[in-house]
């Protein structure tokens, strides 16, 4: 909270434009549940936000452990909101070990919310503390609020009969009934979701209820001892219906709106990991849209499975996270050389290896454009938020259904997860580009390829009359019969070279997303980097600086104009979540002098690293 | 075929497409090409409906010499493919050709979930116990001991056998067949393709270059009487020459043994009966080994089960009876929504 406000009175509400709230506790304590029901009541109140929730790969870790911090975080604002902040403001801390891990994220002066009744000697020692730091003055920088709320919400929830460990499970919504409070939010729709959720146990139910309605009572009362209240007023963002969305939703929903665009019926095949498994989750019930949805043996089958349904006609798609993708290759090696749809999501994760699941970077750029034996080119797009996993999942089937081709459709674990407001689309103005499977044995065979797009036809098996035989063997370019022989070899690796190049005609010139078409610097960005970039970039420009800001969906192939427009700009400055994949494709294709910006922390940027970044290239 | 008018009747031949067969003269597998296409024909199996999806090895090229619709895919993932296919369009014939290091080795997962989920479609494997498309290593059904160029000293692992396999995964169909025997062949595939449900058919196939004579202990013609029998559900376990050898449970073990009848008061009752729904008598029949016992030829186990695809199509059938016009546009409205004035 930036600025100093006047203030009449304590029990005056202070108006700020922005703030950033971290929930953090042990991931049994509730923490995703709290933030996500502080983003349904902000949302709802209008404010523009944005999520991120950060979680250990342990379902349960040993409670009290730095290793087990569950945290949630949520920058919200009367203003247009692009990143979950840098530093937040307000930090909840359930245990001692979730404020050991967050405390250096604080500036000085944040709010801390501390439960100290689990301030215990041997939490305290497991957070490797020697002294309690909510006595020891070791917080004197910061605007401390110890509160017992552990023995706050035992008592609230009193009436309700619940047993010690159910009730102390409610603190959860005490604490987020007090930070309610603070921000003057309405408690009736988390109160309504309970009623909800545990409508078979009124008894859970009524004691989280109480416990929202203790916490808020008591910054009501207290007033936190002093501590000021806050009001953000709703948003200026653009008129319309809004909900929020996570990347795994924009990319069901849109998966289910591209087939529907593309009138085929869907085969998702998946294999649980971490964090792409939800996408499975999520289109298991979204049957009645004629969506099949298949749990595989291992990830190769989940790629041959959705394979085998494209073959038949339907849109074949299969989702995974970098070492899954990995083991889906060969299967989409054959796709591409059989030349059938397939969609690839691959929610990128930390790596190599298992890496950290559920962190999230953008390293697959490298395995998605290049990862195949031999000449293999396919079509690669990257959504760069939640809600724009929904336009690109319509855009990857588009273009795999138009040209016979698999895509890879790039998110990543941060978006996949993270919510944002949407406005909400009107799917029924969205284009449709239904698909004209081949009917006709005329003068057939499956290579047959359309002069323009060089796509092959595409004839489903229980077709009378166009009965032939596909494979992973080299085709005939003019018959589509096995063959071995060399011109043959080259003019079918030409051809699907030029079918693939040829698709930059098909999509849409690049735009300038913050800035102007030439100048000093231009960052380039693509995925979930958009948001930092982005508030990066207009902070800078505000301050008068030279910076535009050019954000990639098509990685492969690029807009036909990105050549041109990159050399518009004296330098080019490449911030990526690895260690610098999209520059050796931009360096290795227009020869521009780009230079990286790189972060591997399994922690998305922040606001102020890109800052710092376009500093150093304009020489501040 | 590419043609838009059939004959009335369609021939064996009308299955073979125009392509050149590629594999080593004297291969069990044309046989096997010409038995199913013989059992096409009996069938008259509708070409735009049939599909032979293969892996890669050998036997893998099948589905380019049939004039139905075919996918010759990568290394061990035919099942894969195939189940997709099928769960995809229901309504197509799918038969998945396979060789032993394709189904076995780098495939064996697959071939364990296609088989346990119970995809309605017919699993071929061509077992001739080595690898012959990378010229003759051993293969996961080389006897201990296999001389190969990858082994040299002699294989030292434990074959495994595929139709032991295929029940231990829960396949509700299994049966055997013989290359070179082209009356019975046919019959094999025709059961395996009525049987609704995953049917898993071994085919014992001579690889004339790099594992001649293979089986010769059982299936050369002077061998056959002693060393094979054909399991007939329904009829008694009789095999040799005149039929006078049979197979009944050894009194006081729980294990098979051969008898004669007529000799030390055995008759015709102590054989046993083939009940082609009994998994335990499958499981004892798949065990035998000649020379002490015959190799078990033919349907030795057949149980249908409910499918995966009629399962999976339930759910979505009853899924869009509950929403008969499901709308995207509804979907995005659900739950909590505000306006932006």
Redesign the interface.
């Given at each position: 909270m930036e600025g100093s406000a006047t203030v009449a009175s304590k029990s005056a509400r202070e108006e700020v434009e922005d703030v950033v709230v971290r929930f953090a506790g042990d991931s049994g304590d509730g923490v995703q549940i709290t933030g996500g029901q502080f983003t349904?009541t902000t949302?709802?109140a209008?404010n523009d936000l944005a999520t991120f929730p950060d979680f250990p790969a342990e379902i349960r870790a040993p409670t009290g452990t730095t290793f087990g911090v569950s945290s949630f975080q949520i920058h919200f604002g009367s203003r247009e909101i692009r990143t979950a902040g840098d530093q937040p403001d307000v930090l909840v801390a359930f245990n001692p070990a979730a404020l050991t891990v967050h405390l250096k994220d604080l500036n000085k002066g944040a709010l801390i919310i501390a439960d100290s009744g689990a301030f215990t000697d041997r939490n305290l020692k497991k957070a490797g503390f020697t002294t309690n730091p909510l006595e020891d003055g070791s917080l004197d920088a910061y605007r401390l609020v110890s509160i017992d709320i552990t023995k706050a919400t035992l008592e609230s929830v009193k009436p309700f009969g619940l047993s010690q460990k159910e009730a102390v499970r409610c603190k959860n919504m005490w604490a987020l009934g007090l930070v309610y409070w603070l921000y003057d939010r309405d408690r009736k729709?988390t109160n309504d979701w309970l009623a909800g959720r545990f409508a078979k146990r009124p008894e859970i139910a009524n004691s989280n209820i109480a416990a929202v309605n203790a916490g808020h009572s008591y910054g009501e009362t207290t007033e936190l001892s002093g501590e000021q209240s806050y009001s953000v007023l709703?948003?200026k963002?653009?008129?319309?219906?809004?909900?929020?969305v996570t990347g795994i939703e924009g990319l069901a929903?849109g998966l289910?709106?591209g087939a529907?665009s593309a009138e085929l019926?869907m085969?998702f095949?998946g294999y649980p990991i971490t964090p792409a498994s939800s996408l499975l989750h999520t289109l298991s019930r979204?049957?009645?849209?004629?969506v099949?949805t298949?749990q595989?043996?291992?990830e190769?089958?989940a790629c041959?499975?959705?394979?085998?349904?494209?073959?038949?006609?339907?849109l074949?798609v299969t989702a995974s996270s970098g070492p899954g993708v990995a083991l889906k290759m060969?299967?989409i090696?054959?796709a591409l050389a059989?030349e059938l749809p397939l969609i690839i999501v691959n929610v990128q994760r930390a790596g190599p290896s298992t890496g950290l699941p559920t962190k999230t970077e953008q390293s697959d750029l490298y395995q998605s454009v290049y990862g195949r034996n031999a000449d293999s080119p396919l079509v690669v797009v990257a959504a760069n938020s939640p809600s724009d996993c929904f336009y690109t999942a319509i855009e990857a089937v588009r273009l795999a259904t138009k040209y016979m081709t698999p895509v890879i459709l790039l998110a990543d674990g941060y978006m996949a997860n993270a919510s944002e407001p949407w406005?909400?689309?009107?799917?029924?103005t969205l284009p449709k580009f239904p698909v004209a499977f081949r009917t006709d044995?005329d003068g057939?065979?499956p290579f047959l390829r359309d002069d323009k797009t060089l796509a092959r036809v595409w004839a489903?098996?229980?077709?009378?009359?166009?009965?032939?035989?596909?494979?992973?063997?080299e085709k005939n370019y003019n018959s589509g019969?096995?063959s071995y022989e060399a011109d043959n070899h080259q003019k079918m690796t030409d051809v699907r070279k030029a079918k693939i190049d040829g698709i930059a005609n098909d999509i849409p010139d690049q735009t300038v997303e913050i800035g102007k078409e030439s100048g000093e610097l231009v960052v380039v960005g693509w995925g979930s980097t958009f948001g930092p970039i982005s508030r990066a970039v207009t902070r800078m420009r505000a301050a008068g600086k030279d910076v535009s800001h050019v954000h990639l969906r098509h990685i492969w192939p690029m807009p036909k104009n990105l050549g041109p427009l990159l050399k518009n700009y004296k330098k080019v400055l490449v911030p990526e979540m690895n260690t610098g994949q999209l520059i050796t494709v931009l360096r290795d294709k227009f020869l521009v002098p780009a230079v990286g910006l790189n972060k591997v922390s399994g922690q998305p940027f922040k606001i102020s690293e890109i800052e710092d970044g376009i500093n150093g290239q304009l020489g501040q | 075929m590419n043609v838009a008018t059939r004959p009335e009747k369609l021939q064996a031949k009308d299955y073979a497409s125009d392509q050149e067969v590629r594999w080593c003269p004297g291969c069990g597998d044309y046989a096997i090409v010409r038995a199913m296409q013989v059992t096409m024909a009996e069938l008259q199996a509708d070409p735009a409906k049939t599909v032979f999806i293969s892996g890669i090895g050998c036997a893998a090229r099948f589905p380019y010499y049939m004039a139905t619709y075919g996918f010759h895919t990568i290394h061990g993932r035919a099942a894969a493919i195939a189940t997709g296919t099928k769960i995809a369009n229901p309504e197509l014939d799918v038969w998945v050709i396979s060789g032993d290091g394709d189904a076995l080795s780098i495939g064996g997962n697959h071939l364990l979930h296609v088989l346990r989920r119970n995809v309605n479609l017919q699993y071929i494997l061509f077992n001739n116990e080595i690898y012959g498309l990378t010229k003759g290593q051993y293969s996961p059904t080389s006897r201990t001991g296999t001389k190969s160029p990858s082994t040299p000293a002699g294989s030292v692992d434990n074959p495994v056998s595929p139709t032991l396999f295929a029940l231990g995964c829960g396949a509700r169909f299994v049966a055997r067949g013989v290359d070179t025997n082209q009356k019975h062949l046919p019959e094999v595939f025709k059961r395996a393709q009525a049987h609704i449900g995953a049917s898993f058919v071994e085919v014992f196939q001579n690889c004339i270059v790099y594992n001649d004579g293979v089986y010769d202990y059982f299936t050369e013609k002077d061998a056959v009487p002693d060393n094979q029998i054909l399991c007939e559900h329904g009829k008694p376990l009789l095999y040799g020459k005149d039929k006078k050898k049979g197979l009944r449970v050894k009194p006081g073990a729980f294990e098979i043994e051969s008898v004669t009848v007529g000799e030390n008061g055995i008759t015709e009752g102590d054989i046993l009966v083939h009940d082609e729904t009994s998994k335990m008598l499958a499981t004892m029949l798949c065990s035998m080994q000649p020379p002490a016992l015959p190799m078990a030829i033919g349907v030795i186990y057949c149980n249908p089960a409910p499918t995966y695809e009629d399962g999976l199509h339930a759910q979505i059938a009853e899924a869009k009876a509950a929403a008969p016009k499901p709308s995207l546009n509804a979907l995005l409205r659900r739950g909590p929504t505000w306006t932006i004035e």
């Amino acid at each position: 909270m930036e600025g100093s406000a006047t203030v009449a009175s304590k029990s005056a509400r202070e108006e700020v434009e922005d703030v950033v709230v971290r929930f953090a506790g042990d991931s049994g304590d509730g923490v995703q549940i709290t933030g996500g029901q502080f983003t349904l009541t902000t949302a709802l109140a209008g404010n523009d936000l944005a999520t991120f929730p950060d979680f250990p790969a342990e379902i349960r870790a040993p409670t009290g452990t730095t290793f087990g911090v569950s945290s949630f975080q949520i920058h919200f604002g009367s203003r247009e909101i692009r990143t979950a902040g840098d530093q937040p403001d307000v930090l909840v801390a359930f245990n001692p070990a979730a404020l050991t891990v967050h405390l250096k994220d604080l500036n000085k002066g944040a709010l801390i919310i501390a439960d100290s009744g689990a301030f215990t000697d041997r939490n305290l020692k497991k957070a490797g503390f020697t002294t309690n730091p909510l006595e020891d003055g070791s917080l004197d920088a910061y605007r401390l609020v110890s509160i017992d709320i552990t023995k706050a919400t035992l008592e609230s929830v009193k009436p309700f009969g619940l047993s010690q460990k159910e009730a102390v499970r409610c603190k959860n919504m005490w604490a987020l009934g007090l930070v309610y409070w603070l921000y003057d939010r309405d408690r009736k729709p988390t109160n309504d979701w309970l009623a909800g959720r545990f409508a078979k146990r009124p008894e859970i139910a009524n004691s989280n209820i109480a416990a929202v309605n203790a916490g808020h009572s008591y910054g009501e009362t207290t007033e936190l001892s002093g501590e000021q209240s806050y009001s953000v007023l709703p948003a200026k963002i653009k008129a319309g219906l809004y909900r929020t969305v996570t990347g795994i939703e924009g990319l069901a929903y849109g998966l289910v709106q591209g087939a529907q665009s593309a009138e085929l019926n869907m085969t998702f095949a998946g294999y649980p990991i971490t964090p792409a498994s939800s996408l499975l989750h999520t289109l298991s019930r979204l049957k009645a849209f004629d969506v099949v949805t298949f749990q595989a043996e291992d990830e190769i089958a989940a790629c041959c499975v959705a394979l085998g349904a494209s073959y038949a006609g339907n849109l074949g798609v299969t989702a995974s996270s970098g070492p899954g993708v990995a083991l889906k290759m060969e299967a989409i090696g054959l796709a591409l050389a059989v030349e059938l749809p397939l969609i690839i999501v691959n929610v990128q994760r930390a790596g190599p290896s298992t890496g950290l699941p559920t962190k999230t970077e953008q390293s697959d750029l490298y395995q998605s454009v290049y990862g195949r034996n031999a000449d293999s080119p396919l079509v690669v797009v990257a959504a760069n938020s939640p809600s724009d996993c929904f336009y690109t999942a319509i855009e990857a089937v588009r273009l795999a259904t138009k040209y016979m081709t698999p895509v890879i459709l790039l998110a990543d674990g941060y978006m996949a997860n993270a919510s944002e407001p949407w406005a909400i689309p009107d799917v029924d103005t969205l284009p449709k580009f239904p698909v004209a499977f081949r009917t006709d044995p005329d003068g057939f065979h499956p290579f047959l390829r359309d002069d323009k797009t060089l796509a092959r036809v595409w004839a489903k098996p229980g077709t009378d009359g166009l009965e032939h035989r596909i494979g992973g063997i080299e085709k005939n370019y003019n018959s589509g019969d096995i063959s071995y022989e060399a011109d043959n070899h080259q003019k079918m690796t030409d051809v699907r070279k030029a079918k693939i190049d040829g698709i930059a005609n098909d999509i849409p010139d690049q735009t300038v997303e913050i800035g102007k078409e030439s100048g000093e610097l231009v960052v380039v960005g693509w995925g979930s980097t958009f948001g930092p970039i982005s508030r990066a970039v207009t902070r800078m420009r505000a301050a008068g600086k030279d910076v535009s800001h050019v954000h990639l969906r098509h990685i492969w192939p690029m807009p036909k104009n990105l050549g041109p427009l990159l050399k518009n700009y004296k330098k080019v400055l490449v911030p990526e979540m690895n260690t610098g994949q999209l520059i050796t494709v931009l360096r290795d294709k227009f020869l521009v002098p780009a230079v990286g910006l790189n972060k591997v922390s399994g922690q998305p940027f922040k606001i102020s690293e890109i800052e710092d970044g376009i500093n150093g290239q304009l020489g501040q | 075929m590419n043609v838009a008018t059939r004959p009335e009747k369609l021939q064996a031949k009308d299955y073979a497409s125009d392509q050149e067969v590629r594999w080593c003269p004297g291969c069990g597998d044309y046989a096997i090409v010409r038995a199913m296409q013989v059992t096409m024909a009996e069938l008259q199996a509708d070409p735009a409906k049939t599909v032979f999806i293969s892996g890669i090895g050998c036997a893998a090229r099948f589905p380019y010499y049939m004039a139905t619709y075919g996918f010759h895919t990568i290394h061990g993932r035919a099942a894969a493919i195939a189940t997709g296919t099928k769960i995809a369009n229901p309504e197509l014939d799918v038969w998945v050709i396979s060789g032993d290091g394709d189904a076995l080795s780098i495939g064996g997962n697959h071939l364990l979930h296609v088989l346990r989920r119970n995809v309605n479609l017919q699993y071929i494997l061509f077992n001739n116990e080595i690898y012959g498309l990378t010229k003759g290593q051993y293969s996961p059904t080389s006897r201990t001991g296999t001389k190969s160029p990858s082994t040299p000293a002699g294989s030292v692992d434990n074959p495994v056998s595929p139709t032991l396999f295929a029940l231990g995964c829960g396949a509700r169909f299994v049966a055997r067949g013989v290359d070179t025997n082209q009356k019975h062949l046919p019959e094999v595939f025709k059961r395996a393709q009525a049987h609704i449900g995953a049917s898993f058919v071994e085919v014992f196939q001579n690889c004339i270059v790099y594992n001649d004579g293979v089986y010769d202990y059982f299936t050369e013609k002077d061998a056959v009487p002693d060393n094979q029998i054909l399991c007939e559900h329904g009829k008694p376990l009789l095999y040799g020459k005149d039929k006078k050898k049979g197979l009944r449970v050894k009194p006081g073990a729980f294990e098979i043994e051969s008898v004669t009848v007529g000799e030390n008061g055995i008759t015709e009752g102590d054989i046993l009966v083939h009940d082609e729904t009994s998994k335990m008598l499958a499981t004892m029949l798949c065990s035998m080994q000649p020379p002490a016992l015959p190799m078990a030829i033919g349907v030795i186990y057949c149980n249908p089960a409910p499918t995966y695809e009629d399962g999976l199509h339930a759910q979505i059938a009853e899924a869009k009876a509950a929403a008969p016009k499901p709308s995207l546009n509804a979907l995005l409205r659900r739950g909590p929504t505000w306006t932006i004035e």
